[in-house]
């Protein structure tokens, strides 16, 4: 039994290395971070290469929890534009632990995470709202009618569970509720990844593609906008407007799949130039699939297409939109476009995981926030830190992913924590500490 | 209103197949019908499926004012199919003829202005005629004043309702100017037909009824079992459009989709 | 085969010379007998027929168009250099919108050098222009200044020279890489047809896409914001996100030019109809009459075209076949066909005298004749309005008398279907509709209309 002076100290101490933790805290903004699934199993047959930091698929399907908070985004997390016009935005984060989100670190991104689960797994979502209004979730393709009354403002929570039984690529975003439309627009959206219970033989690489647009005068005044008057000045493939967006790897003579999300609130045609793709899905069903060089996705449609890489390596494609929204509020070049790049095929190497907080051996009084800090590293790769998966051996999956995730709902007794890297060639590398929690 | 209009008009019969321009409705091509005569257009249709009627004549304006008009074929082999083919069976129907109202040009029409088309501009989105929430609302007669009475003249509800395990077909058909995407939240869709085509082996699942001006989609989907009432929500996911005239809140084109356990009597006229 | 018509490279006599031949030309153009090769598709660099060149030059030019609203638009466009191409020396070509048709048979290695002569109502621009093909694979440039989808011709003559091979059949776009919003709108596209090893009266290397040669049509589709090149004429500036397009436009012109023949002298700068002019089909006859129509939409927006008269079956998109990885047959036939911005879409098509016969021939039931009446017996002139292009029969190759005063563009009674654009604000030029993105097609009796 702690003494109060000893709790207090440790209270102390987690408080200052959440606040260290929260200024210093990398943005959330990539959308392929990888929140909890089922325990890593190694691969069955050969490993699935993703440019994603996605787990390794297992075929055994699993409850999943998901935790988002539904945030106006201050200073931190407004979109910066290419000619650096600064853009508030509605999102959502990951984490928020039931109440408020205030144990939150994450920052609410445009677009919202990307949600990764396997086919089968029981999907549970819980929702917290800190807007000023209520908001629901829509989880298209998940089977469930829309919610039109949602997380009531400021605080309020809701639950949505559902079963990921079909393969393929969703949209969820805000849903219908009063002012739902609205919420979309200012960025309420993301991508939802149901990985198929088997290793697909068509494609080694994957890319998910949010589209959306910006009209800057929604979003400095969302109450006071009428939407009749809509017209978006940016257009953002995963809320970036070119040149800031991200170049597409795919490795020479492999297939890519191709992930489109159209979060906007208009149809998208997405080309290529030099290369064709293969439409297989739209909305998360198979098509017979034909090939095309730009098709259109409608507002709030999805669309999978199979890119095949030629052999020339850091050889580059333009991907873009073929409506032309190819400026920045009217400056050349700017727009929804970026270009996939060749990349060599090499020899993968595993990567490295370290923890660096808290120290092996903590011990935290139960309901304590616990917030664990590591980094990933690869010899092929930047950074993998995003792909770090926490798991206890008493508790299972810790809710996050990636350099820090926070918890205080840790039972009682002596955890391993082990924290688990995954490179796009879903090589891993693991590490552990053990950490004790006191009554 | 305009007592001092004369226009003639015309019925195209949108999509029939090897149409002879007479019964056509182009008026610049064949006819069209003055003010105060009648002329009699023949058709024997060889195609089931859902098309389209309207009126040709200056027809920017005498569509856009809502000259228009859903009309499907059955096939010979089953008045519950919609196409000769088992497969397209259903137990319900419901035609869903979507519509734009730019009120400044309405107006302008009300006051004997011209209209500048290339400002084209509407501000509200239609269901056989009616905004959300008014698509949920029952038909009723034009000759009758309904519950209702500013919508004596849009006699068409939208509302679909059905038993756990029907199958419904949604005859859409679109009749703006826009592209529009309809879909629904929790419920498959399967399109079985595109533009009076039966799609056989390229029929696809789909959340989304993706429809410009000019086309048509026959979608069937099969209502789950539902224990409880439950409610689906059909709607135009271009945001900026679910509105009525930019007001807050929901609007535009949307209707309901609502399944019960059972209960739900046989279906006898389309849209009921 | 196109004529070679001399024109004149003065841009401002080529203004003179428009507006008077708009004016004469509005509103209605009438037509005279048409052969099938003076209204389809003109290959620009055949030298034979059937014979392609393979090392094109173009270059950069300016010019006016004519709207039928009696606007004229400022336009940039490529344009044939005379130089390189196999024509009559001493013949220039000049300013032409769209962009050349040029064609090629699969397999050809294809250059095409541009040279960036600038524009000459406005020698102070420095803008370099390139030209981008998508659908197109292993497109290399040689010299030409790095841009950031191509190689650019710099101003001031630089030059670009493309390389490919033509090894995928179907219809391609090609336009500028330089600036696209803004070069693409102001006229730097043009289309391109690449014909399959299987023959020129095929669509692909598969069989379901035959059709008659001398029923080749393409439906290119284009927007025209007229401040925008108001501004880009005056050098002034423009927010493209203000975009706002007044006129649209098939094969770069605007009905009723768009029924006017192939080089209509008329319309000087616009060199290309897109008039369909067909027979009925005939299963039981060995001259295989389906009608290719390759749609192409190098605009901002979408279109979505609607034939009158019978469904389109769609073969092709993008310059691939619609058939999937085991060649299973993905084409299917609609009334409404979207053709995408930046997209092709190849397409068959035919028409059959099903509902009437010549003459009523097909023994339809007799309460038919009750609904012709209406056209045979007096006084029907008070009771239908007189369309122009109406014979006055119901009946394919017939005609009656017209009443007094009616204009009748018809030649033998031949049927006119309308092609158009159903998001209907778009059929019209500016504010004035029955103009804009329509076109019609000419259904001749059997064997044509008799000389």
Redesign the interface.
Known sequence: MQTRAIKQIRLSLALLIVTVLLVGAPVMASPQTAPQTAPQTAPQTAPASRIAAAPVVTPLAADVTINLCAEASTSDGHLTMPDLTVIPIWGFSNGGLTGNCADVSAIPSLPGPTLTVNQGDAVTVNLSNQLGENVSIAFHGQGLPADTVGAAASGGTTTYTFTASNPGTFLYEAGLTPNGAKQVAMGLHGALIVLPATSPATYTSEKVLVLSEIDPVLNADPAGFNMLDYAPKYWLINGEAYPDTDVVLAPAGTTLLARYVNAGLTEHSMGLLGLDQMVIAKDGHARPAFRAVSETLAAGQTMDTLITMPATVGARYPLYDTNRHLDNNGASLGGMMTFIEVTSVVANTPPTASISAPADLSSFVAGTLVTFTGTGSDTEEIDVTASLAWTSDLDGPISGSGGTVSTSTLSVGTHTITATATDSGALTGSTFITVTITP | MRPDLTDGHTVHFHGFPNAVPAFDGVPELSVGVPYGRSYTYYYRPHDPGTYKYHCHFEDIEHVSFGMTGIVFIRPAADDKWAYNDSSTAFDREFALLLGEVWTQERWEGAHIQEHDWSDYDPDYWTINGRVYPDTLEPNSDPMTTPAIPRLQYQPISSLITCNSNDKVLLRFSNLGFQRQAMRVDGLTLRVIGKDAKFLGPLAYDTDTVDISAGETFDVLFTAPTVTTPTTYLLYNRKLAYLNNGGLPGLGGQMTEIRVSPSGVPAQGEPNT | MRSLVSKSLRATLLTLTLVLVVAAASPITSLSAQAPGEISIVCENETAPGIYNNAVSLVTQDGYIGIPDGNTVYMWGYALDVDIDLVAPGVQYGFQHPGPTLCFTEGQAVTITLTNLGFSQLPSLTDAVSI????????THDDGTPG???GEADSGGGTVTYSFTASLPGTFIYGS?T????Q?QMGLFGAIIVRPTLGPNFLYNWTSTQFNPANDYMMLLSEIDPDLHWAVEQGLPY???LF???YWLINGRSFPDTIAPNDAEWLPTQPYGALLHIEPFDAASSAFNYSAVRFLNVG???H???P????IQVVG????P????LG?D?S?????P?I????TKDTLYN??????GPSGSLG?PTD?F???N??LLRPRD?????????SGS?Y?GQTTDRPTGVTAQGECGE????WH????????N??S??GGMIT?ERIDPPGGCPP
């Open positions: 981008i093909f998508p659908g197109q694979t292993g497109v950031l989808f191509t890489g600036d696209p919003q803004k693409v927010d493209i996100t706002h397009p007044r901002m927006r979408n979505p075209m609607h009158h008269g019978d469904h998109r993008d310059g691939r619609l058939q999937g990885p299973e993905l299917y036939a609609e009334f409404g979207v995408g911005a930046g997209q028409w059959e005298e099903i509902q009437l339809l038919i009750e609904a012709l209406q056209f008070q009771n239908i309005m007189w369309g122009e292009w109406f119901p394919l049927y006119y279907q309308i654009s159903h998001a209907l604000h778009e059929a019209a500016y504010e509709g029955f019609l």
